[in-house]
């Protein structure tokens, strides 16, 4: 390390002038972004330029063949790609509003000096970082119709036909719907949290002053003051959730039926079970698009909201 | 940093559903009342959020038989302290762990390199294109993975990656993510501190190594902390890329022994608890980083 210290390069930085400082810089920067950036171009990048190759091509025996816009017909008519689509945007529209009302609802319960709030956040935060494989199994156990806590709970309290949940088509849905905002809560409170200390406190004092209510309060200055956060938190959540794949993986695997077949694993089962890469990656780049588009709109509408 | 002031609350600012929280004597009773009933609320949330562990604890204890009874035994009638032996028996649960060890300590320690390495570049190194580069990186983020894990898996496979354990590691080591959080906390840096040091005669490598890293050891936990849990928890990448029973992690082992060995209730809840263990310990001795490492990031997204 000292003979880093003991070796300036004097010259440089005195004489050759702006042009050979940039230059020197540009070195030193790619320098030290290289090793990440060669590994993510090859890794993230390149594929992406190539799955809009994938989709044009049709495969046999590990050769691709160009077909042209065959994939995307074949697309348009495909039953079972619009169960998909609609069950991802079932889970969409059931899973955003509830993670979102029910983070920031935790978020602000928990923004406050109370014995024990460090212990709660863990506990909400918890299964945010432990596994799915296990939880799952564990909820398909909480889940059962005739065994589970849940439904044994549902008939104490005087309801006779409980929900068959995981096994049912019709509840399998908000089941998965129920375990993802279990699972992911923890992480959106984290942000709601930290974007609810920066909303000054004299703000608050001023509208106690002014006679505003808790609710009024909650309106006029929390929710304005989370307005960025708020922001990122949707498009986070709308992105996380039109990819949801795991969760349903390990939960119903799809089913019953197709009933939680979802666009992320349609693209796996063509892809890796049905072997048929090409028509997989068309679905890929509907899926592509969706989110893209998705996140469009969103930054548009929060652009337009602040002017 | 804002972040740093979670985990001590200003109190009294906030408005949520608690007007009694203010010092006025008329409202001395209301206030116990409100406060009875925010812990009660309190309680019995993180009661119902913690019962998929408690009832994977327990049943991990009971025999076959006794998992799923009705009614419901809260509690063994005599804990089966065996299963925690006749798992490594009946599974490879010992391979999954050390395949499951060894590429989390790999990825993390590469994603840390290589992401300080790279946000040094983003945010002490001043060049054209910088600004672009990054936008590049930012922009791949909201790709869904879903969306390109089919072209990335030809990819590997025509360069003969696919089913070994490298493939996980250049999957996740050059990972967007650590970059970003690194130059999130890079940026709170002082730009003068650099300055200094480079008329000192420091070496832009010399800055990162002897001034940037050690100023940066909070943010190194929490990036470290986040990628090993996020490798030890991977299911989709070894689902796809491991095929062969002797690579597989701990994730992708147990979901085969579910379905293997369907009627072994208590051994399935066993392994998971032996799988889900170690990230409640990293977890519990950690948090702090974890906290605000997910702060940072997501503060300034």
């Known amino acids: 390390m000292a003979t880093m210290v003991e070796a300036p390069p004097p010259t440089t930085r005195v004489g050759r002038g702006q042009r050979s400082l940039t230059w020197r810089n540009t070195l030193h920067g790619w320098s030290f972004i290289a090793p990440n950036f060669i590994g993510f171009a090859l890794i993230t990048m390149v594929p992406i330029g190539y799955l809009f190759y994938v989709a044009f091509t049709k495969w046999s025996f590990g050769r691709a063949r160009w077909v042209g816009f065959d994939n995307f017909e074949r697309l348009f008519n495909d039953q079972r790609f619009y169960t998909a689509l609609r069950n991802t945007v079932y889970y969409v529209v059931g899973h955003v509003p509830l993670t979102f009302v029910v983070a920031l609802g935790l978020a602000i319960l928990l923004n406050r000096r109370l014995r024990g709030v460090a212990f709660f956040r863990t506990a909400a935060f918890f299964p945010y970082i432990t596994s799915i494989v296990a939880l799952a199994y564990v909820w398909n156990a909480l889940f059962s119709p005739d065994f589970g806590p849940i439904n044994a709970f549902l008939r104490f309290i005087g309801i006779d036909n409980p929900p068959g949940w995981t096994t049912d088509p019709n509840w399998s849905m908000p089941a998965v719907i129920l375990v993802g905002t279990w699972r992911d809560m923890g992480y959106y409170m984290l942000l709601f949290l930290a974007g609810l200390q920066t909303i000054p406190s004299q703000l608050y004092e001023a509208a106690t002053v002014d006679g505003a209510s808790a609710w009024q309060r909650f309106w006029h200055v929390t929710l304005p003051g989370l307005r960025h956060t708020t922001f990122f938190v949707l498009v986070i959540m709308t992105i996380n959730s039109f990819k949801v794949f795991d969760l349903i993986l390990v939960l119903t695997d799809g089913g019953p039926g197709i009933s939680t077949l979802v666009l992320s694993h349609y693209i796996y089962m063509k892809g890796f079970e049905e072997n048929d890469p090409g028509y997989a990656g068309a679905v890929s780049i509907a899926l592509f698009f969706i989110v893209l588009s998705v996140t469009l709109i969103q930054y548009y509408v929060n652009k337009r909201g602040s002017q | ?301």
């Open chain 2, 1 to 301: 940093m804002a972040t740093n002031t979670l985990t001590r609350t200003p109190g009294r600012r906030l408005a949520a559903p608690d007007p009694a929280a203010r010092p006025q004597r008329p409202g001395r009773v209301k206030h116990i009342v409100g406060r009875v009933a925010l812990y009660t609320a309190l309680i019995v949330a993180s009661a119902a959020l913690l019962l998929p562990f408690y009832w994977m604890l327990m049943s991990s204890l009971k025999t076959n038989n006794e998992v799923f009874t009705v009614p419901i035994r809260w509690w063994p009638e005599t804990e089966v302290w065996s299963n925690y032996l006749n798992i490594w028996r009946q599974s490879d649960m010992t391979t999954w762990l050390r395949n499951t060890l060894f590429l989390s300590v790999v990825i993390t320690f590469l994603q840390v390199l290589t992401g300080s390495f790279a946000a040094y570049g983003f945010s002490k190194v001043r060049f054209p294109g910088r600004n672009a580069l990054f936008l590049g990186y930012i922009a791949t983020i909201a790709v869904p993975w879903q969306s390109y894990m089919i072209p990335q898996f030809v990819l590997m496979s025509k360069v003969h990656l696919h089913n070994t354990l490298w493939a996980m590691v250049v999957l996740q080591a050059f990972g967007a993510f650590g970059v970003f959080l690194m130059k999130q906390y890079y940026e709170s840096i002082p730009e003068e501190l650099s300055e200094a040091a480079r008329i000192d005669g420091l070496s832009e490598y010399g800055i990162w190594w002897r001034i940037m890293v050690p100023l940066s050891i909070p943010a190194v936990a929490s990036l470290a902390l986040l990628t090993f849990v996020n490798t030890w928890n991977d299911f989709l990448g070894p689902l796809i890329y491991l095929r062969d029973p002797e690579i597989r992690t701990i994730q992708l082992g147990l979901r085969t022994f579910i379905s293997q060995y369907n009627a072994e209730y208590a051994l399935i809840f066993t392994g998971s608890v032996i799988s889900v263990l170690p990230i409640a310990i990293i977890f519990m001795l950690g948090q702090r980083f974890f906290i605000e490492g997910i702060a940072t990031t997501g503060l300034k997204g």
